[in-house]
């Protein structure tokens, strides 16, 4: 097991339920591969999954920056890329010098994510 705790970054929010499940998914998925690998893992997706209309979105956004606080790295869920939440995830961890991934295997060769020019984090 590693010593580093990692936090799943990726879109919640969608028009639909079905794009809510959709990306509950896709961040679960990533979330078992770091599992599957040794890294302890913090899905926010799967800590306030369907939890829509018990508080202000504002709330889950906050709490999850909170939780990326206390992470050591930020691996992203493909798509993530149309997602006001997690641009502002990756600029909270970059501001807190914690290193980005674009994908469970570039984590783990060290390939931090660069954002292209035109990307607004």
């Given amino acids: 097991m590693h010593s580093l705790i990692v936090y799943v970054a990726g879109a919640y929010r969608a028009d639909t339920e079905s794009g809510v499940y959709h990306n509950i998914q896709k961040a679960r998925r990533v979330a078992e591969q770091l599992w599957a690998k040794g890294w302890p893992t913090i899905c926010p997706h799967l800590n306030s999954a369907y939890m829509g209309g018990v508080a202000p979105d504002e709330v889950f ?30 600029a909270h961890a970059r501001a807190r010098g914690l290193p980005v991934f674009a994908t469970v295997e570039s984590m783990e060769s060290g390939n931090e994510y660069t954002p292209h020019r035109s990307i607004q984090l």
Avoid: F, N
């Avoid at 606080?69 to 502002?88: H, N, Y």
């Fill in 61 to 90: 956004l906050q709490g999850g920056l909170l939780m990326l606080e206390r992470c050591d790295r930020v691996v992203l869920v493909p798509g993530w890329i149309d997602s006001a939440g997690t641009r502002a995830e990756i």
